[in-house]
């Protein structure tokens, strides 16, 4: 396979984590005003449960799904606790979350040492797939198709369920929803334990393609940041479209530009704020 | 009357209490602890100037000390003097803060709060990952501290007292911009923007004349910081510092000259005191920052005025109570 057509699939597949990654971000960003500083921690407490879980051998797919509920709980717990304390405080906020990620990198660095953790491809998702004569590796066509289908998923509930319009009314008009019956603030932490179980879900799905090693979570964070900048806060599409615009930027920038890979992603941000601050798919709030 | 004279006498006193401060700790590893508090004060300070007086919270400024910092560092290993090394630096953090300020400002509150944390967080990929410009995770060593007027400041006491000059300035620049019509317009800004534009203030321009000022001294700050460890590394840059410097901004009390100051003061003893402990300083920043915004959101500095405040007048009451007086108010 050619060294173009590599990066295109590597770029593809890192866009689709991407995508798990931010989806979350912005759902708590962009609907619930949230800015959620630990979305990479959770990326990578997610991750490091993943690689435990799949050290004892438990089977992949189960170990994604049982990182993600135990994100989803730990999530939903700050979100109850201490979060909803200073609703509409967002410096605060900022400072408790920049608190937490600061308290969980240093406690995965704690238990889980400094060297990173790669698990093995497993054996079932291995392999390569032939599609119109090329060869494709199996893995990451599969992250691909599972952000996709997440991506379906999220689409739906946000646009066409009862609890999406639930959801949307809350973040549009809190106090009307309360008087209208909907609990909204559990309709809140459900949305936060959602946005963390799926931040780790991704970080289970990348661990075989990322590896997991301390540092991910601040690695992580900034790109997520930038997909939101770039595709808009809270629109599901413009998160999608910024996962892969900057998963390929990354990938051949770090090949072709390896030195100026960082910058390479930051001009896009730029050009962004300068001509269309909303970010492409975002709309403007009054 | 009287609080105006005891305030100077209280200013007199620390100037002397710093002034003299080799003389009486002696100890160069406690002086040089003194140096880092002054120069992280400078940051927290420049860092002041957005968080407490325009309201506008940077979670990037660690990359703007680190610039200044690399910018000499390159500066000097390219074969420059240390004057041209520091102008050089310092013309190149101002040139990023604007940058910084014409970017950040498309955005207000919590989308400036995270536009500056993501270009902060680019700027530190730039210094780790351009290995063949800044050497990367290594580093970039620098050999020797210059000599202003021909003073050396390889020794702890002559550091300090660069450093001290330095602080002075920047004290007396901080007090005189917030006293300004700069300084006050911006606080305009902070509190009423719309009113202020309505008044004919050029809101987008008075914060972006605040950013560059504030980049300025964390520059000066990053500078010093460069010559006291004779050494940079990417890790200066990141995240961590910061939010080091923002938690010395709000543990201290944002908005006011004296807090920040505490701040880099009361961080920078806990982070050495912890250090030669535990190795755990993110564990424990973590929990500081948790436990301000859970009990004392406002500040040391603020929060200690107020209770002393309260305590005084009450012993004041208790002591006259049976004399009849009108009951001074005092602004919060």
């Known amino acids: 396979m050619s060294l173009w057509l590599t990066l ?20 708590i960003f962009g609907l619930m005003r949230i800015p959620n500083l630990m979305h990479g921690s959770f990326f990578m407490l997610g991750a490091y449960f993943g690689v435990t879980l799949l050290a004892r051998g438990v089977n992949f797919w189960l170990a994604a799904l049982i990182s993600a509920a135990a994100m989803a709980v730990i999530g939903g717990l700050i979100e109850r606790f201490l979060l909803r304390r200073l609703a509409g405080e967002q410096l605060p906020q900022v400072l408790l979350t920049l608190g937490f990620a600061f308290i969980i990198s240093d406690v995965c660095l704690m ?16 392999g390569t797939v032939q599609v119109a004569g090329l060869y494709f590796p199996l893995f990451r066509l599969v992250i691909v198709v599972v952000a996709a289908v997440i991506a379906i998923a999220l689409w739906l509930m946000v646009d066409w369920t009862r609890l999406g319009a639930m959801i949307r009314a809350g973040v549009d008009d809190a106090p009307i929803a309360r008087v209208v019956g909907i609990k909204v603030s559990q309709l809140f932490t459900l949305v936060f334990a959602l946005g963390a179980a799926l931040a780790a879900f991704g970080g289970v799905m990348g661990a075989p393609f990322l590896s997991v090693y301390p540092g991910l979570d601040f690695e992580m964070l900034p790109l997520a940041l930038i997909v939101v900048i770039l595709g808009g806060t809270g629109s599901l599409l413009g998160a999608l479209v910024g996962s892969f615009l900057i998963g390929f930027l990354y990938n051949f920038g770090q090949a072709l530009f390896p030195d100026l890979a960082y910058v390479i ?8 704020l300068v001509l269309r601050p909303q970010g492409l798919f975002g709309r403007v709030v009054p | 009357m ?50 407490g007086y325009a309201g506008l919270t940077s979670l990037g400024h660690a990359s703007l000390f680190a610039m200044a910092g690399y910018a000499a560092a390159l500066s ?16 190149a953090t101002v040139a990023m803060s604007k940058v910084f300020a014409v970017l950040a400002l498309r955005a207000t509150g919590i989308g400036f709060l995270m536009i500056t944390l993501a270009i902060g967080q680019i700027l530190w990929g730039i210094a780790y990952r351009w290995a063949s410009l800044t050497n990367g995770d290594n580093g970039i060593n620098v050999a020797t501290r210059p000599a202003p007027f021909g003073i050396s400041l390889s020794s702890a006491p002559a550091f300090y007292y660069a450093t001290l000059i330095t602080f002075l300035v920047a004290v007396v620049t901080m007090a005189t911009f917030a006293r300004s019509p ?31 000022f504030s980049g300025f001294w964390s520059g000066v700050a990053g500078l010093l910081f460069l010559y006291y460890n004779q050494f940079i590394s990417p890790q ?15 543990s201290g009390g944002s908005g006011t000259l ?23 300083w993110n564990l424990v920043l973590g929990v500081i920052f948790i436990l301000i915004i859970s009990f004392m959101p406002e500040g040391l500095v603020p929060g200690s005025v107020r209770l002393w405040r309260a305590a005084s007048q009450s012993v004041r009451a208790r002591l006259n109570g049976w004399v009849a007086r009108p009951a001074r108010e005092r602004s919060p």
């Not at chain 2, 004296?258 to 755990?280: D, W």
Request: hydrophobic fraction near 60%; aromatic fraction near 8%; proline fraction near 3%.
């Open chain 1, 265 to 272: 992603l930051f001009l896009p941000m730029l050009l962004i």
């Open chain 1, 111 to 126: 238990l889980w040492t400094g060297d990173p953790w790669q698990p093995a491809t497993p054996a079932h998702l291995r």
């Open chain 2, 258 to 280: 004296l807090g920040p100051i505490v701040g880099a003061a009361i961080v920078v003893i806990m982070k050495n005191v912890v250090s030669a402990y535990i190795e755990r």
């Open chain 2, 76 to 91: 000097l290993a390219a074969g420059h003097n240390h004057l041209t090394a520091c102008v050089t630096a310092l013309v």
């Open chain 1, 8 to 27: 295109a699939v590597n770029s593809i597949a890192l866009g689709g984590l991407l995508f798990l990654l931010s989806s979350g971000f912005s759902l």
């Open chain 2, 2 to 51: 009287t609080s105006v004279s005891t305030r100077r006498v209280l200013i007199a006193f620390i100037l002397v209490a710093l002034v003299s401060l080799p003389l009486w700790v002696g100890n160069s590893y406690y002086i040089n602890i003194a140096s880092q508090i002054l120069l992280w004060a400078i940051l927290a300070l420049a860092l002041n100037v957005l968080v």
């Open chain 2, 182 to 212: 700069l300084g006050v317009s911006l606080a305009g800004t902070r509190d009423q923007a719309r009113r202020m534009t309505a008044l004919g203030y050029n809101v987008w321009l008075i914060r972006y004349l605040a950013i560059v």
């Open chain 2, 236 to 250: 200066v840059g990141a995240l961590t510092t910061s939010a080091e410097a923002l938690l010395m901004v709000i």
